[in-house]
């Protein structure tokens, strides 16, 4: 997807739709505890998208949690069938967090980076070649590497 072109997603149920421009940035994949939890998952798989750019279509529902990197993170699901469509984080509320497996176009997405993998589950081996953070990269870090212009393979 070229960046400035739309991502259109949406809930399980349908009663919940978005679009969003795609401004470059790329999705990555955050192993940490919290996300383990809320998406009953191994990991989720995130993509930031612009606030000015994020239209949602249906009413949506919020719950907020301390995430461990210690930010306020605000949920948006869908109140009918409670998928989490988005989250806006308190350090970054100008870029919302899309869940990008409700994206339309999902499984063509390819995590570009993988956070607070020293929580990962002991079975997953991540890619070589593919930058990897034991914690979360600080923030200019994350822009660089979201925006495509970090290719080392870090850990810490």
């Known amino acids: 997807m ?3 072109d739309v991502i259109t997603g949406g809930c399980g149920c349908g009663a919940v739709r978005y679009t969003a421009i795609d401004a470059g940035l790329r999705p990555y994949a955050c192993h940490c505890s919290g996300c383990q939890t809320r998406q009953g998952s191994a ?3 995130n993509q930031q998208v612009p606030v000015e750019g994020l239209v949602i279509e249906g009413e949506t529902i919020t719950g907020a949690v301390l995430s ?3 930010a306020r993170v605000t949920h948006h699901a869908c109140p009918l069938c409670l998928t989490r469509l988005y989250t806006v984080n308190d350090r970054r509320p100008e870029w919302p967090t899309i869940r990008a497996g409700t994206r339309d176009d999902s499984t063509e ?3 570009a980076f993988h ?3 020293k929580h990962k589950q002991p079975w997953i081996v991540l890619p070589s070649g593919v930058p990897a953070f034991e914690t979360q990269p600080d923030e200019a870090q994350w ?3 979201a925006r495509g212009e970090g290719s080392a393979r870090l850990v810490r």
Do not use: K
């Open 2 to 4: 070229a960046r400035g």
């Open 43 to 45: 990991f989720a798989l």
């Open 68 to 70: 461990v990197s210690g």
């Open 109 to 111: 997405l390819v995590p």
């Open 115 to 117: 956070v607070w993998t």
């Open 143 to 145: 822009m660089a590497l």
